[in-house]
């Protein structure tokens, strides 16, 4: 019986422990590998990683604590690869360029800076999103304080007729880049 994170409380849903378990050994693989050799996760894909639920599964708590911890550690060592490989301007270049993106985005017009979904389908709130908008854009270009937690844990109320959850998450996912490589 695996026991790599506390079980969900008794009858309550947790992740699939056997998926749980696989991806970790994938991440060994590919945080073992060499330079140059193929990997399959990365701090990105560990940012999109989910996991099926199941009754007495992993803790999701515990877990998603874990994957934050290794999305840090992949960050921070293919940063460390691409300086050796390519130097210091050139990751910062892209860097820089990722943000200039972002910051146009959140540029728009309140109520216009993501596609809307239909009105019978649910999105996120747009004022919500907007004020989100406003902080980073505090953050990018004032320096206000933002840490890497509040964009990951940020969540807004559902809405019909919303932003597009799909683009907004894409934004998001590019603000966790260039804050992680920044760090």
């Given at each position: 019986m695996s026991t790599t994170f506390p079980r969900a409380r008794k009858g309550r849903p947790g992740y699939d422990v056997d998926q749980v378990e696989d991806?970790?050994?994938?991440?060994?693989?590919?945080?073992?590998?060499?330079?140059?050799e193929p990997v399959v996760v990365t701090a990105e894909s560990i940012r999109h990683t989910a996991f099926s639920m199941q009754r007495g599964g992993y803790s999701t708590t515990h877990v998603d604590s874990a994957l934050e911890r290794l999305e840090d550690a992949f960050a921070l060592r293919e940063r460390e690869?691409?300086?050796?490989?390519?130097?210091?301007?050139?990751?910062?270049?892209?860097a820089r360029a990722t943000a200039q993106?972002?910051?146009?985005?959140?540029?728009?017009?309140e109520g216009k800076r993501f596609d809307r979904v239909g009105?019978?389908?649910?999105?996120?709130?747009?004022?919500?999103?907007?004020?989100?908008?406003?902080?980073?854009?505090?953050?990018?270009?004032?320096?206000r304080p933002m840490t890497?937690?509040?964009?990951?844990?940020?969540?807004?109320?559902?809405?019909?007729?919303?932003?597009?959850?799909?683009?907004?998450?894409?934004?998001?996912?590019?603000v966790i880049g260039v804050m992680l490589a920044v760090r």
């Open positions: 991806f970790l050994e994938e991440a060994r693989r590919a945080y073992a590998a060499k330079p140059g690869r691409v300086l050796h490989e390519k130097g210091e301007e050139a990751w910062y270049t892209e993106a972002v910051l146009d985005r959140l540029a728009r017009p009105v019978l389908t649910t999105g996120y709130h747009p004022k919500d999103v907007d004020a989100f908008a406003d902080r980073l854009t505090e953050y990018f270009q004032r320096g890497i937690e509040q964009v990951r844990t940020v969540s807004f109320r559902p809405r019909k007729g919303g932003y597009s959850e799909t683009q907004v998450d894409y934004v998001l996912d590019a």
